[in-house]
């Protein structure tokens, strides 16, 4: 049986990303942080982990890309995108205007602030570690509290939807990846995860390296960078592109921009995701009755 690591409790976004590859068929682990997500399959506690990669509002996972760069040889072997759904949760019987205390991860808490500017202005915020461990705290809570959590961490608890969708922005989406000790096999319609640093810091250096991708005619979906953590001013750029690493002009176009870098790493090479045909978008925002 496949054991699936990921950042627990059980609730989070994470654990569905992990339902969504696994199943009913795989082990579900959950973990108290991003690294500790990672050991567990170098260490061969689970066979592959999922991390959160970046955000539709938020912007990148930083802790997940400082992983990729210079702390695990795990190679990414999926992507999943999953919309982002805020639900405001409580006690069965606690009304919006009796709230007092709002538990909420920071992030949800960002991606819900019109609502909850609106509606729970006075509230008391107390931050979570998680979605999931925000409605654990609120229910825990002598005080009338409610939660910004999900759906699936509020059917656990058996906990009550006071208000649907609450997020600012009805588009607003997760990128999630599977890791584990091997990438996967071409399919032909493939994305190819990579970093990379200037061996000089000049003008056009940046570009040199870029042209090669569009001399290839590879389209480059994602660019980004991270601080290099070793001098001011250094930075690491991370990238994603269309196609497999072992596809030909991939592979060639690879060699090349890592003759013309001082940093080179390949994350892997995966299936490119795909919505499911018909997939509903994300409701609008409705409070309970």
Known sequence: METIAYLGPPGTFSEEAALAWGGSEAHLLPLASLPAVVTAVETGAASSCVLPLENSLEGAVTTTLDLLIRETALQVRSELVL??????????????????????????????????????????????????????????????????????????????????????????????????????????????????????????????????????????????????KELLGEYIFLADIEGHRLEPHVAAALQRMRQQTSFFKVFGSYPRYRPPAGEPGVPRRTLST
């Not at 570009?207 to 991708?213: Q, S």
């Open 83 to 228: 919309p982002v759904r805020h639900m405001l949760a409580v006690r069965p019987g606690l009304q919006l205007d009796e709230v007092r205390v709002l538990h909420a991860h920071p992030q949800a808490l960002g991606q819900s602030r019109r609502f909850v500017e609106r509606c729970l202005p006075d509230v008391a915020i107390v931050a979570a570690l998680s979605n999931a461990a925000a409605l654990t705290d609120a229910l825990a809570d002598s005080r009338p509290a409610a939660a910004i959590s999900t759906r699936r961490a509020i059917e656990l608890h058996s906990a009550a939807i006071l208000a649907h969708d609450i997020q600012d922005h009805p588009n607003n989406q997760t990128r999630f990846i599977l890791l584990g000790a091997e990438d996967a096999a071409p399919t032909g319609n493939d994305r190819t995860s990579l970093c990379f640093a200037m061996s000089e810091n000049r003008a056009g250096s940046l570009l040199d390296a870029l042209l090669v991708l569009a001399e290839a005619r590879i389209n480059m979906t994602r660019l980004e960078s991270r601080p290099a």
